[in-house]
Structures are given as C-alpha cells and as structure tokens.
C-alpha cells in the first residue's frame, strides 16, 4: 500500500515537467482510489495500519471517498477557467498538493503530523483563493482565512506538547483514553477545530473566502476542508471525557443558537453565495451539537450530515457559477427568471434546495434526523431549538429557489450561453449519491 502513497508523493514533481498535467492529476485520483477500494477488497478493521504513523477507520475512509470523489467534480468544474490559460499548470500543482495534504490528514495516527497536515493544508487553499479569485477583495479574504485559522490553532499546537509530556508519545492508538486535564486545555484544543467548522461567532472568513474564491475553490473548501473541524472533534474527544462532560451543555446550546442566528442572516443575504456560505455554518452547528454528545447515534448522523453536506454545499456553489459567469453577478434580484430561460437547469435547482432543506429521499433527511433524536434524548428542551433551525433551513432554501427562478425576467437572460454537457455532468454527480445513497444507510455504519 505504501507503493501507492509514494507514487503519487512523486507525482508532485511530474507536474513541473513536460508530462501533460491532466494526466498526471487523473493518474494520482485513479491510484488512490484503488488503494481505497482495495481496502474494501482485502478488509478494513477498525484502524488498518499502512505504516507506524499511519492507519485508516471507518469516518477517515468515507472522507478519503468524499475527497477523491469531489476532486474529480472540481477538475471538470474548473476546465472552463483552465482553458482560458489562467496558470493552469500552477493551478493543477497547488490543487494536487493540495489534495495530498488533505489525504495525509486522514491517514496520519501521530497526532503531530495530524497538526502539521492539518494546517499545511491552509497554504494551497490560500494560494487559490489568492491566485483564481476574480475580484480585488481576494487579498483580504485570504488574510482573513490565513489569520483566523493560524491564530487559532497555537493553542491546538500548545496543547499537543502538554499531551506528550504526559504519555510520552503522540501516536493515537498509545495516547491515554480519557486522560485527566485541565478544562481549559479541552476548550483551547477545540478551538482550532471550532474555526475550521466553522460555528458562529468563529464564521467571519468563510463568507468571505467563498465569495473570492473560483469554483473549485469553493467546492473544495465546502465539501472536505470544513470537515476538517469535525473530523478533529471526533478524533481528540475520546482523550478528554471528563472535560467533555462538564461543557457539553454549554458548547450545544452554543453550536445550535449560532444555527439560528447564520438561518436569519441567510434570509437577508442578497448575494447568492454568502447565501450558500451562511447555509453551510447552519449545518456546521447542527453537526457539532450532534457530535459533542458522542453517542453512537450521533456519531453516525454526524458522518452522513459530513457526506450528505459536502455533495449538496458543493452543488449549490457549481449552481451559483453557472449564472455568475454569464451574467457577472450573484445579485439574487439580477438572476430573476431563469425558469424562462433554463427550464432544465431550474429542475436541478429545485432539488437541490429541497435537499438543502432536509426534504426525503435525500441524506441530510437521516442525518438531521439522528442528531434530533440524540440532541432531544440529551436535552429535551434543545428539540424545540433544534425544530426552529429546521424551520428556518427550509424558509431560506425556498428563498434560494424561488427569487432566482420566478419573478420579472432579466433581459441579460436572453444572452445566455446554454449549460453544456460538461456543467450538467458535474450537477448529475453531485445529485446521483445525495439522493440514492439512502438505499445503502450500512455503508456509514
């Protein structure tokens, strides 16, 4: 298994050469997804060790599936931008780097090199935003990003040292479950985690970057880099139990309120992908309130919101570019009357809202679902909470659909270049597994 984790490390260096890019970022995809599946084959136990440092569970492996799957949507998102020749061969090398970093989050057991990938991670993020944004802001957005992000996660790397003077040893698998810590120390480590999500109060980049951001960009950081957050959460929380118990009420109330307040900024937004942005803080909410309870139940609903969010977030931002690059705004009254011009194309705007809003059959349904039941199980009174973020889900979903689709058309339609087979096959797989991996629940278990 090593073989392939190599041959694609060595890949990083073929991109600089005379070898055409394509190939090569097709060639990494393809050979990692074999040893992905060849777990499958051969048998994954709980942690399958590729190496001293390295091991795969069931959270990581799905993850790893969601990244490699969403890596091929955004090269065929991001030809359009590639063919204009916008560095496209720079682009494919921060993107592939970028592609190993997160991998390597996923596979690492040594809890220092988690927090070295981890943040690695943020610098080819910050080179695409910087490099393939399409608006002067783009600077800002991504110092805003660099500075949230790196500021808070000195009290992650402060907090990793403590952990290795106490065990002595900073892989996972001999870390001391449950060890006795200070409180704070708990709450500092999440921090990182709290800002990668990101929840309320800790949001204020992520609006910002996804609107500089290009397509792929956006796809890339809404459908695997917030899961980052979550992902540490899971992989931290079995080493402070008895911190975790003692601010669990605390950081669900919080997680969930902050829901509601990103739901109410969604209904004023008339840019269509702050809109998009906020909507992914008001998931982002619900899955911490889910997983802070650390039930199995939660647990599982928490890997299908992770899944089920990466595919419909990822959608709406490819929705979004399609009507941003013919008609150069986001301005949701600009982009009134697409049913006049794209009747195909509103069809697949309506799903995807009603899945946005956790209609059936689609995942978000079950996974929102789960968390209910083991957030009202653990306090009964956050069900009524729980209940008015899904009201409000729904409230700005139809707004999304409905503004952009109905009312007095925009002349500027009828100079619309038609949605080519490329943009409705990125749409289709986004569409497919959101809406029919619900036949097969026992893969997330």
Known sequence: MMKFIFMNLFSLFMVLSLINYFNIQLMFMFSLMFMLFSMVVFGVDFFSMVYLFMGVDVVSYILLLLLMWMGFMILLASLSSLNLGYFNRKFMLVFLILMVSLVMVFLVLNLFLFYLMFEFSLIPMFFMVLGWGFQYDRVEAGFYMFIYTFIYSLPLLMCLCLIDYQNLSMVYLLSNMGMLMDSYIYLFLNLAFLVKLPIYSFHMWLPKAHVEASVGGSMILASVMLKLGSYGILRFMLMFLN???????????????????????????????????????????????????????????????????????????????????????????????????????????????????????????????????????????????????????????????????????????????????????????????LNLLFLNLFLFI
């Not at 009420?249 to 509601?260: C, D, H, K, R």
């Not at 794209?342 to 809003?357: A, D, E, G, K």
């Not at 889900?393 to 503004?403: K, N, T, V």
Request: net charge positive; charged share 5%.
């Open 243 to 433: 911190s975790y118990n003692l601010y669990s009420f605390s950081l669900v109330l919080w997680s969930i309120l902050g829901s509601v307040m990103a739901s109410l900024v969604c209904l004023r937004q008339m840019d269509l992908k702050i809109l998009v942005a906020y909507s992914s803080v008001v998931h982002m909410g619900v899955l911490l309130g889910g997983l802070i309870l650390l039930k199995n139940m939660s647990i599982l609903g928490g890997v299908i919101i992770m899944i089920s969010h990466g595919l419909c977030s990822s959608g709406m931002f490819v929705l979004v570019n399609l009507v941003y690059e013919r008609l150069s705004s986001r301005n949701i009254f600009m982009n009134k009357g697409l049913v006049s011009v794209f009747p195909y194309l509103t069809v697949l705007w309506f799903i995807i809202s009603v899945n946005n809003m956790s209609s059936p059959p689609s995942l978000n349904l079950f996974g929102e679902y789960l968390l209910l039941l083991v957030i009202g199980g653990g306090y009964l009174g956050f069900m009524w909470i729980m209940g008015l973020v899904m009201f409000l889900s729904a409230c700005y979903s139809i707004f999304f659909y409905s503004y952009s689709q109905y009312g007095e058309i925009n002349l500027n339609l009828f100079c619309m270049v038609n949605v080519s087979v490329r943009e409705n096959l990125v749409l289709l797989m986004h569409l497919i597994p």
